[in-house]
């Protein structure tokens, strides 16, 4: 009888209408910050990945921030010391002792490592203590974190524009606050100025909204340019001034390739006489300086006691594995290694950006004078069929779906110019890098070449439709797909 009636109950239940099950508020909200052109592109190149023999005409990746020219340097040095591995031979002695648990404060040895790590990279300007270090996993981690502890759902942070498109997730989806944008222009480089952030500032006390701090990129992303001692001055004055924090993003500092030279807030508030430090905070990670994203070690650093034990509590959701923080500690431990490393790493950033600069100057680009990171900030404002933002997407969708290059349109920064974006020219091969001016170099002749000029002797474009741009592309495929089919027969024949 049981039986019979479980079996009616299913059939009643299949003859019902579907319903979804509730989920909470967070999980179906918008806010997340991924409906952007910034992770658009990711998406169409991850459909499409470019390779230079599976699939040359595929999308090159060039919205990716990754250092990969020193691996080899890393590489070499594991080979050397194969005892800060645990699962080599020679380490596994201390594979039970670090396998274990471990106190969410890290291991001693990695926070001292890092804390020495960090000196290096600032010139030795100011010491870092052991103990005021807190380890998250990753960078994004360290921002949320910190944003926890210093803002309440509802408050806001003044963020310079341009900005890295990731902070409307990392800062804003599950703490509730907000992001005020700062707008930089181009008339003096996009460098911050105090009546930009006053503006930004009684614009949200206009909207009623408070603002708990400033957060600053010092290299910038996506600028490319590090910040000087003034600015620096400035900012604290400003933060001193309207009672809030200040937030130091420093993920770059290590990537500063030629003059001027790099200025964390730390040798500014070790070398001046700065009260009030409680309100200075940096965010460091190794996922640039040191090209290691997978690893996911994210630093903060506060000058706040109460902020570093708050921080310390919520690391225990984002804790960085014991045997990442054991390799990470020998290898920072090496200071004879980390001097060397940064000596050849900006050697070889120096040289890549020149390589893409330059050759987008064949091209008849331009971008922003940049001394640091992964990336140039390109002007491609006389490109736009129109000097908006729907023009600088429509450039945008065509440079990434027939040009094949997956970049990020200043839009997705918060550029308030539009015809700005970020390309990034540190994950890749010299031939990758090679492979995306020449599809660039083709690309603007193909718009030149679609121009006339009016009787004052100026260009003046007339619309160049994405199918055209298509029909030469799809002719270019072609004749690299019968080049390697060419190849392919010489080799066989041989």
């Known amino acids: 009888m049981d039986s019979q009636k479980s079996q ?28 952007s052109p910034y992770f ?35 590489e070499n040095w594991l080979l050397a010391h194969p005892k800060a591995s645990i699962c080599a031979e020679q380490g596994v002695s201390s594979f039970k002792e670090i396998a274990l648990y471990q106190d969410y404060h890290g291991l001693p040895d990695c926070r001292k490592a890092i804390a020495m790590f960090m000196e290096e990279v600032g010139g030795r300007k100011a010491k870092f203590e052991r103990d005021r270090i807190v380890l998250t996993a990753g960078a994004t981690a360290a921002h949320e974190v910190l944003t926890f502890c210093l803002a309440d759902p509802g408050e806001a942070f003044l963020v310079p524009t341009p900005y890295y ?11 509730g606050v907000e992001l005020i944008p700062v ?72 990537s500063v390739f030629t003059s001027p030279k790099f200025t964390s807030i730390a040798e500014i508030l070790a070398t001046e006489n700065i009260s009030q430090r409680e309100r200075v905070h940096i965010v460091y990670s190794l996922s640039k300086d040191l090209g290691l994203p997978g690893f996911r070690v994210g630093i903060i650093y506060s000058y706040n006691d109460t902020v570093v034990t708050a921080a310390r509590r919520m690391s225990s959701f984002s804790l960085v594995s014991s045997q ?29 950006h020149q390589m893409f600069a330059s050759g987008l ?13 992964l990336f140039c900030w390109v002007d491609l404002r006389y490109l736009l069929q129109s000097g908006n933002q729907e023009g600088e997407i429509s450039l945008w969708k065509i440079i990434l779906k027939e040009v094949g ?38 690309f603007t002749c193909r718009r030149r070449s679609n121009g006339r000029y009016n009787e004052e002797g100026s260009s003046q474009k007339k619309q160049l439709h994405a199918a055209d741009i298509n029909q030469k592309f799809r002719w270019i495929k072609r004749t690299r797909s019968l080049m390697l089919i060419v190849r392919s027969l010489r080799l066989i024949v041989l």
């Open 405 to 442: 290059l997956n970049v990020s349109p200043g839009s997705s920064c918060h550029c308030s110019e539009p015809g700005w974006f970020r390309f990034c020219f540190a994950n890749m091969t010299d031939e990758t890098v090679q492979e995306s001016l020449n599809r660039i170099k083709f």
């Open 40 to 74: 658009d592109g990711w998406k169409e190149y991850e459909a499409n990945p470019y390779h230079p023999v599976n699939n040359p005409s595929g999308i090159i990746q060039m919205g990716l921030a990754e250092n990969q020219l020193s691996f080899d340097l890393l």
């Open 8 to 35: 009616q109950q299913q059939h009643a239940l299949k003859g019902m209408p579907a319903r979804g099950v509730s989920l909470s508020s967070l999980a179906t909200s918008k806010a997340h910050g991924e409906d």
């Open 324 to 352: 990442t923080q054991h390799l990470i500690a020998s290898m920072l431990s090496d200071m004879e290694f980390v001097t060397k490393y940064f000596a050849e790493n900006s050697k070889r950033l120096r040289k890549r």
């Open 361 to 373: 100057h064949v091209a008849g680009i331009d971008c922003l004078k940049s001394n640091a990171g």
């Open 183 to 254: 707008h930089c222009s181009s008339d003096n480089d996009f460098q911050i100025t105090v009546p930009a952030l006053e503006a930004a500032y009684q614009q949200a006390s206009a909207r009623n909204i408070q603002v708990k701090g400033i957060l600053v990129t010092n290299p910038s992303n996506p600028l490319g340019t590090t910040m000087e001692a003034t600015t620096l001055r400035k900012l604290l004055a400003f933060a001193s001034e309207k009672n809030i924090h200040l937030v130091c993003d420093e993920i770059y500092s290590g």
């Open 165 to 175: 498109p990731g902070f409307d997730r990392d800062l804003k989806w599950r703490t």
